[in-house]
């Protein structure tokens, strides 16, 4: 199942997804309960109610599977008349990873270590001003112009309240998996004329990954029946239609059970909490090649969809 949050003719929806458009949940449940003799009539808040641990998951299913083999389904509204919308717009939590796939980390110079040795970086974005929704534009932030950077990225959505889960049993805390595009600024400077201090290094680096609209996400969730294994995903990202990362999931460090059982080590993750997994290698600072106002930056992952993002001037 692949579902989606949406606005059409200024309302927000929720439907079910696919590459030729959506069909409307509540309209979709309200054909099936008729169709069934059902009783059901209930509404949803979020895109979590229908996937795993959610309050109408067996309703989402029941839906699904008769749209499937219904004689008069709802019709499918084409994604050109809607406007599709972040996934989970406010997640209490936003993390992603740094070095998740040792081509990545030796593309920028380092060596990668192995699993056994190390554990995994872990950082954060303010998802509130980073999260842009798909086909929507980011712009690029006047304060650091050059260097801005993609990265393709696998994310996960939490399904329920997690804390010290093992690895064996993590996949079972999540309710699925969307498309992130962790855009990075590679050489924002703060206060360029300042004093060299120890750890400018690691702020400089830090401070460059929360600019405004830093980390376009959607195009919609894949539920864990169409993804059982997060680990055998083909990715593809383009600019301007040119290929830059080709790679599989199969290449992470940390797999994606691995990353929750370390986060929720000492972190409670929530529902509705993302956790971007980490990009590999073909990122633009290795190439010498970097983001322009006007470049259109396309982010596949299969069994997901594709995420487009525009690339927009500074404000002036």
């Not at 229908?50 to 389904?73: F, I, K, M, Y």
């Not at 554990?119 to 980011?138: D, E, G, I």
């Not at 995903?233 to 383009?238: G, V």
């Not at 239609?241 to 929750?260: E, H, N």
Request: hydrophobic residues 40%.
């Amino acid at each position: 199942m692949r579902v989606t949050r949406y606005k059409q003719d200024g309302v927000e929806k929720f439907g079910f997804y696919d590459e030729q458009g959506v069909i409307e949940f509540s309209e979709a449940a309200a054909a099936w309960a008729r169709a069934v003799s059902s009783d059901w009539n209930g509404t949803i808040d979020s895109l979590l109610d229908l996937l795993p641990h959610g309050v109408c998951r067996e309703t989402a299913q029941s839906v699904e599977q008769w749209l499937s083999s219904a004689a008069d389904p709802p019709g499918r509204t084409g994604l050109n008349e809607i406007q599709l919308l972040v996934p989970i717009p406010r997640p209490n939590k936003l993390f992603l990873l740094a070095g998740n796939y040792a081509a990545h980390i030796e593309e920028g110079g380092e060596l990668a270590t192995e699993r056994a040795a190390t554990f995994p970086y872990v950082f954060m974005k303010p998802p509130t001003t980073t999260l842009v929704a798909p086909n929507q534009s980011f712009q690029i932030p006047a304060i650091s112009p050059a260097n801005i950077d993609w990265e393709l990225e696998l994310a996960v959505i939490i399904g329920r309240k997690a804390k010290g889960i093992a690895e064996a049993d993590a996949l079972d805390f999540v309710a699925g998996y969307t498309v992130i595009n962790d855009i990075s600024d590679r050489e924002f400077r703060p206060n360029p004329g300042r004093n060299p201090r120890e750890r400018d290094r690691f702020f400089d680096w830090l401070h460059g990954k929360w600019h405004d609209g830093f980390c376009p996400c959607g195009p919609c969730i894949s539920d864990t029946v169409a993804i059982p294994d997060p680990q055998d995903l083909h990715l593809k990202l383009t600019v301007n239609d040119r290929v830059k990362q080709d790679a599989s999931t199969g290449l992470q460090i940390f797999p994606v059970a691995a990353v929750i059982e370390f986060i929720s080590s000492f972190v409670t993750l929530e529902p509705g909490d993302i956790i971007s997994t980490g990009t590999p290698a073909g990122v633009g600072k290795a190439r010498g090649e970097f983001l322009e106002p006007g470049d259109e930056i396309t982010a596949c992952i299969e069994a997901i969809g594709s995420l487009v993002t525009s690339v927009a001037a500074p404000a002036k």
